[in-house]
């Protein structure tokens, strides 16, 4: 099938390759030149694990990206996946989405035969229909259902598995309006559905907006009850993984999403749970598990810094903080906890060292001020305490020789031996 992507990101490159190399003929429409450069040199714009080899593999082939919109027209199918920002009452910013919609609309206005718009971007219930369709139809001068067709198809993946999750996804979610937008995902999808004997779930288009926004709720809700439960834990004294290891036991709660500690950050849980619970306002519900969600999100940075103020006062300082990622396998920063801490911190007089394998250079643009290391060891020489942000696997067994006092406080439950400590506190432990 000919298939064309427009957003060439993180999912839009991720899906480009990966249907690629599932055979299919795909075409990037990226504004970004230097992305479309870097795919038709055949390599990756972005890093993650099986990535580069598609790419390299099918770049010149079965793949290509160009900033001309005219290339949709040589092709089936588009994919928008385009950024559905925050705006900054924490509602969904659709200015990206409306403004592809027009240059695809334009584009397909002297294509003959039919066409499928599919939205993979995170939306809200009823964007498809009632704000990408409209626009379509007018730039296009075709109306929706006689030549083009939308269809909702929401994407599960992670940063740092992604190719992985899109092949091998739990679920496929098809929110379709009619019969052939839904055949036409199946075929494009069965080398996929095919490989495990899935059933895609197969909605109206709504129902899978909205599948998307429960989704991401869900896991962060989770990882936010899962925070209280540690907070209460350690009021008690108890060990919450210990804890929340047996809860997990039980298949109706599974032992997934279950790490206690700082919390969750990055590009879309924040951003996606901040546009649901906006959008429920606008509908005129009060979302307020959602609303606690946050809060308790919100609260275990500053949380994290109060213990360690139990143990070193925190005027003149000079504190490490491990970690700048939202998550480890990743460089992405967008709203990491770490940069939280960071915040509180330096807003209780600490000066910061600040470390991660991967993510200074992102930070090092907003935070000017703080110092930096080039190794855990470095960050850690002379330090009167430290905080652990992130849980990279090479924190674990930590050598704390250099440190002023050895004080660590733990939000990501690395392997240490606290015996070798001082002060060892885990924010939920
Ligand atoms: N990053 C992730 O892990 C996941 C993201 N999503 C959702 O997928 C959507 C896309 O997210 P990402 O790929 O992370 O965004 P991104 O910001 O990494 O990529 C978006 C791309 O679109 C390009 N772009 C912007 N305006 C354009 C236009 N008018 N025409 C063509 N290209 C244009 C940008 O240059 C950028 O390369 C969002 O709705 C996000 O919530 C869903 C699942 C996972
Ligand atoms: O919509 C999206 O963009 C994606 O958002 C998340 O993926 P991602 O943000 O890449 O990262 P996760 O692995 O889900 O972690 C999110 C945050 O939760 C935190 N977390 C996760 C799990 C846990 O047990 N505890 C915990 O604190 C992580 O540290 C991280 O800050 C979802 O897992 C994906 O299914 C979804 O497609």
């Not at 999912?11 to 299919?24: E, M």
């Not at 001020?369 to 002379?382: C, H, N, V």
């Amino acid at each position: 099938m000919h298939v064309s992507i427009v957003g060439s990101g993180y999912v839009g490159t991720t899906v480009a390759a990966c249907l690629a190399d599932l055979g299919h003929d795909v075409v990037n429409v990226e504004i970004d030149e230097d992305i479309v450069a870097s795919i038709n040199a055949g390599e990756a714009p972005i890093h993650e694990s099986g990535l580069e080899e598609r790419i390299a593999a099918h770049a010149g082939t079965r793949l290509r990206a160009t900033t001309d919109y005219d290339a949709v027209r040589e092709t089936d199918v588009t994919f928008l996946c385009l950024p559905t920002p925050q705006s900054d009452d924490g509602s969904l910013d659709l200015a990206i989405m409306e403004a592809g919609a027009e240059s695809l609309g334009r584009a397909l206005a002297s294509k003959d035969d039919d066409h499928l718009v599919v939205v993979k971007s995170t939306v809200l219930p009823g964007t498809t229909e009632d704000v990408v369709a409209p626009i379509l139809e007018a730039e296009s001068g075709t109306p929706i259902g006689e030549g083009i067709e939308v269809a909702m198809n929401p994407e599960f993946l992670r940063m740092g598995t992604a190719v992985q999750d899109f092949l091998e996804p739990d679920k496929v979610v098809f929110g379709t309006a009619s019969d052939d937008a839904a055949a036409t995902l199946r075929e494009l999808y069965a080398p996929i559905l095919e490989r495990d004997g899935t059933d895609p779930v197969e909605t109206d288009v709504r129902e899978a907006e909205l599948i998307k926004y429960a989704n991401n709720a869900f896991l962060a809700s989770k990882v936010s009850l899962v925070n209280e439960l540690g907070n209460v834990a350690k009021a008690y004294g108890a060990d919450a993984y210990e804890v929340l290891e047996a809860v997990g036991l039980d298949d109706r709660i599974s032992e997934r999403f279950m790490r206690s500690g700082l919390g969750w950050g990055g590009s879309c849980f924040p951003k996606d749970v901040n546009a649901l619970r906006a959008g429920a306002r606008e509908q005129g519900y009060e979302p307020e598990l959602l609303d606690a969600a946050v809060a308790v999100n919100d609260g275990q940075p500053r949380r994290l810094v109060d213990l360690l103020a139990d143990h070193v006062p925190l005027e003149g300082a000079r504190i490490a903080v491990l970690g700048l990622s939202f998550k480890p396998g990743t460089d992405d920063v967008r709203k990491s906890r770490a940069l939280d801490v960071i915040d509180v911190l330096t807003a209780r007089g600490a000066d910061v060292v600040a470390y991660d394998p991967v993510a200074i250079e992102n930070v090092r643009p907003d935070y000017p001020d703080i110092e930096y290391a080039d190794s855990s060891e470095g960050a850690l020489t002379d330090a009167d305490g430290a905080v652990v942000a992130t849980g990279w696997p090479e924190f674990d067994g930590l050598s704390v020789d250099g440190m002023a006092r050895t004080v660590v406080v733990d939000g990501r439950r690395i392997d240490v031996d606290e015996d070798a400590l001082e002060v060892y506190e885990g924010l939920t432990w």
